[in-house]
Structure formats: C-alpha cells, structure tokens
C-alpha cells in the first residue's frame, strides 16, 4: 500500500513523498527513481542516534559534516543495499518521523531530529 507523507522543513521546502514498505520489509521511496531503505538501516539510525537531537543537514552540496543526512551518506554504503546521498536522508527522516516516532523541528531554517530513547538490550549482532 502506498503512503505520502511530505518532507520536514519550513513551509515551502517541504514535498509530498510516496513511499511503500516492500514484501521483504525494505522502504521503496517512489520519488523519480525508486530508492531502496532497507528496514534494518532504519533501525541502526534509531539505535546509533537513541534519545538524541541532531540537525538534519539534509543539503546535498554542502551537507553538514555532523548531520543525519552526511550520517546517511557515509552509512549507508555499510548498512543499506543501495548507497544513498544526505538528500536521501531527507526521506529517511520524513519516514522515521512517520512511521518511527522521531520527532522533528525547526531552529531556524534547519531541520532538527529529536530521536526516541532506544529501550532494547544491546545486542553483539
């Protein structure tokens, strides 16, 4: 089943986004080219990002070095089957928020990602 929820940011920069969970529990972002988040990259960023607030710096000429979206880029290419950019970010925390219960805000024009507390044991996998 398709889904839309919109991109975070002030008014105007904010887009409609289609999504669809696929058989196999991965994210198909259905944007101009369908792009793959696999279930497991979604929750390696709530348990790396648990109980935090970070900038979004979903940017894709001059992401943020500290934010989730240059958090995406470099992780990506370990924990997801498609490598993605930090604007892919962007769909990754409209999702989170979504389906996830990140919260998010602005200070300022800049996004902010406020992450629930992770309460599962850590594991060794």
Known sequence: MTKTTFTLGAGNKKKALQYEWSPSGAVLVLQRAKTKIDRCFFLVALHHFSGQTVKGGFSETTPSPVGFGKWVEVTSRRFNSQNLTSRHGSFMAAILREE????????GNSVVLTFPTDTRPATNN
Do not use: I, N, Q, T
Not at 100 to 107: A, D, I, K, R, T
């Open 100 to 107: 996830f219960g990140v919260e998010s805000g602005l200070e």
